[in-house]
């Protein structure tokens, strides 16, 4: 049962313009979401995360969108820039311990960013 | 961010033998270590959770006796695949956090078993 969906395996866009990830989730017990990116070779490292109290962050060139009432949210990237391709992934925990206990993991989507 | 380092980076055996990952905490103590399995074309799923000194708590449908982990100090934990089989085959991968902190990850290990 995924929990976590990312159902875009792959997405491409043009540098300069704007990336939208998606994620999706089906536990609503779920109250902290983490997008992580993900180079070959690498671990996944942190991007920005938010709390089901809030329905946006935004860090720099990167905003996430929350809304609990469709169980979605959404990274965006603007612009985006060679360096952003990569895996991302969507990641969820519950507990209310800002997603430092367990994280439950979305199957990552592609981002390959064209000059 | 603080480093954690995982170790090999592949490694191939032969089945039946069983391989050991080692995941280092470099500038930080790691009281909580966390183990990931992710299969081809499927999410990061969590295997176990260990805090330094205690045994590691397992996911539902993870074989304790198969996948051993030892958190023996607050810097290393590992994981052994005994009796490795080539289903066993995947890319593990651990983060540590320091006490209420953000957990980093390693660099993951591929393993293939012959």
């Known amino acids: 049962d995924q929990q976590v969906k990312q159902n875009s395996p792959s997405l491409s866009v043009q540098e300069g313009r704007i990336s939208i990830l998606n994620c999706d989730y089906t536990?609503?017990?779920?109250?902290?979401f983490l997008w992580y990116k993900k180079y070959p070779a690498e671990g996944p490292t942190f991007l920005i995360s938010?709390?089901?109290?809030?329905d946006k962050n935004e860090d720099g060139r990167f905003t996430v969108f929350l809304n609990k009432s469709a169980k979605h949210l959404s990274l965006h990237i603007v612009p985006s820039q060679p360096g952003d391709s990569a895996v991302y992934f969507c990641?969820?925990?519950?507990?209310?311990?800002?997603?430092?206990?367990?994280?439950?993991f979305g199957t990552g989507t592609r981002l390959t960013i064209i000059p | 961010g603080a480093v954690v380092s995982q170790h090999p980076s592949r490694v191939i055996c032969k089945s039946g033998t069983s391989v050991k990952i080692e995941c280092r905490s470099l500038?930080?103590?790691?009281?909580?270590m966390f183990w990931y399995r992710q299969f081809p074309k499927q999410s990061l799923m969590l295997m176990a959770t260990?805090?330094?000194?205690?045994?590691?708590?397992?996911e539902q449908g993870v074989e304790k006796d198969k996948f051993l982990i030892n958190h023996a100090s607050l810097t290393l934990s590992t994981l052994t695949v005994t009796s490795a089989h080539p289903e066993d085959s995947s890319f593990y991968i651990c983060?540590?956090?320091?006490?209420?902190?953000?957990?980093?990850f390693g660099q993951g290990t591929r393993l293939t078993v012959v």
């Open positions: 983060s540590a956090r320091g006490g209420a902190a953000r957990a980093f």
């Open positions: 536990n609503s017990m779920f109250d902290y």
């Open positions: 938010i709390s089901s109290i809030k």
């Open positions: 990641a969820a925990s519950a507990g209310s311990n800002f997603g430092n206990e367990k994280l439950t």
């Open positions: 500038d930080f103590q790691a009281t909580t």
């Open positions: 260990s805090n330094e000194g205690s045994k590691a708590t397992y």
